[in-house]
């Protein structure tokens, strides 16, 4: 069936308004009426020959658009700006009843949607500048997009009625992660992985959160004062984002920052190369 691309349109302006600051669309719809009503409320003057005829005519259609559009446009914004402050009460009250409540009860009697709004509002308690993508439902690609010191990195939240997830998820947001030159990527679920799933993980820079750490990082956040909060966060955001790459000194490729999976450096960073398995050179942080 046909859409009205009317209606569409203005769907699209309130989805994006949504995804601003509430602030931001109260401001967008005071910038979109004074315009508006200036056009609206200006006198035309009556055409004085033919030929003025087709800029009156134009003129006129202007002004019938902005008399609409006085009241329309401040109205989608308005509209737009409520949704972002009730999503933001909203995601700040589920981050409390996970501090509060019993967490893995909350965490499996959440929509999908919830969850995700959840985990992006954690994020940002660490730190992050966050992008929700509003993707793709309970089993859509990537879902949130972080940026923290000029790095971009990604984030999947897999909110399943299957508990586990499997090797081919963090597979494929591998994949999906390399192609859109994401420094990092965490794969968050409400339940756990598999263990084939946390081998693939090893050795490349994703960080895998399952529903009892996400639980565990949420509740640190409250009981320790702000300048401890860093040391509560997913290991990939502490990466030191001033330091220059080094090269490898195997093969003389570039490095990125990865995380240790197991030893005796468990959770440490280091600087892994990028033609890994082939080459294994590292480099540490100090």
Same mark, same amino acid.
């Given at each position: 069936?046909?859409?009205?691309?009317?209606?569409?349109?203005?769907?699209?302006?309130?989805?994006?308004?949504?995804?601003?600051?509430?602030?931001?669309?109260?401001?967008?719809?005071?910038?979109?009426?004074?315009?508006?009503?200036?056009?609206?409320?200006?006198?035309?003057?009556?055409?004085?020959?033919?030929?003025?005829?087709?800029?009156?005519?134009?003129?006129?259609?202007?002004?019938?658009? !902005?008399?609409? +559009?006085?009241?329309?446009?401040?109205? #989608? /914004?308005?509209?737009? &700006?409520?949704?972002? =402050?009730? $999503?933001?009460?909203?995601?700040?009250?589920?981050?409390?009843?996970?501090?509060?409540?019993?967490?893995?009860?909350?965490?499996?009697?959440?929509?999908?949607?919830?969850?995700?709004?959840?985990?992006?509002?954690?994020?940002?308690?660490?730190?992050?500048?966050?992008?929700?993508?509003?993707?793709?439902?309970?089993?859509?690609?990537?879902?949130?997009?972080?940026?923290?010191?000029?790095?971009?990195?990604?984030?999947?939240?897999?909110?399943?009625?299957?508990?586990?997830?499997?090797?081919?998820?963090?597979?494929?947001?591998?994949?999906?992660?390399?192609?859109?030159? !994401?420094?990092? +990527?965490?794969?968050?679920?409400?339940? #756990? /992985?598999?263990?084939? &799933?946390?081998?693939? =993980?090893? $050795?490349?820079?994703?960080?895998?959160?399952?529903?009892?750490?996400?639980?565990?990082?949420?509740?640190?956040?409250?009981?320790?004062?702000?300048?401890?909060?860093?040391?509560?966060?997913?290991?990939?955001?502490?990466?030191?984002?001033?330091?220059?790459?080094p090269n490898c000194p195997k093969c003389g490729s570039t490095m990125t920052v990865r995380v240790a999976k197991h030893g005796a450096n468990y959770g440490k960073t280091f600087w892994g190369c990028t033609g890994f398995p082939r080459c294994r050179g590292v480099v540490s942080i100090d």
């Open positions: 069936m046909a859409r009205n691309r009317k209606q569409s349109l203005l769907e699209e302006v309130i989805e994006i308004t949504a995804m601003l600051p509430w602030w931001v669309g109260v401001l967008l719809a005071f910038v979109a009426y004074f315009p508006c009503h200036h056009y609206a409320t200006a006198e035309i003057l009556a055409p004085t020959s033919i030929a003025q005829m087709g800029s009156n005519i134009a003129s006129q259609v202007g002004k019938t658009l !902005a008399t609409v +559009g006085q009241y329309l446009l401040p109205l #989608v /914004f308005l509209t737009g &700006a409520g949704i972002s =402050a009730y $999503g933001r009460r909203k995601r700040a009250k589920l981050f409390e009843d996970i501090q509060e409540g019993p967490a893995f009860h909350l965490l499996n009697g959440m929509k999908w949607i919830e969850f995700e709004m959840l985990v992006g509002e954690a994020f940002r308690h660490w730190g992050y500048v966050v992008s929700e993508t509003g993707g793709g439902g309970a089993d859509g690609g990537v879902d949130l997009v972080l940026r923290k010191g000029g790095e971009k990195f990604l984030v999947q939240c897999k909110h399943w009625k299957a508990y586990k997830v499997g090797v081919t998820t963090i597979r494929e947001f591998y994949g999906v992660m390399a192609a859109s030159g !994401a420094v990092g +990527g965490f794969v968050v679920t409400s339940g #756990v /992985f598999t263990e084939e &799933a946390k081998s693939f =993980a090893e $050795g490349i820079n994703i960080e895998l959160i399952g529903g009892t750490e996400l639980t565990a990082m949420i509740k640190k956040v409250k009981r320790q004062p702000q300048t401890t909060i860093a040391a509560t966060q997913p290991a990939l955001q502490r990466s030191p984002a001033t330091i220059t790459e």
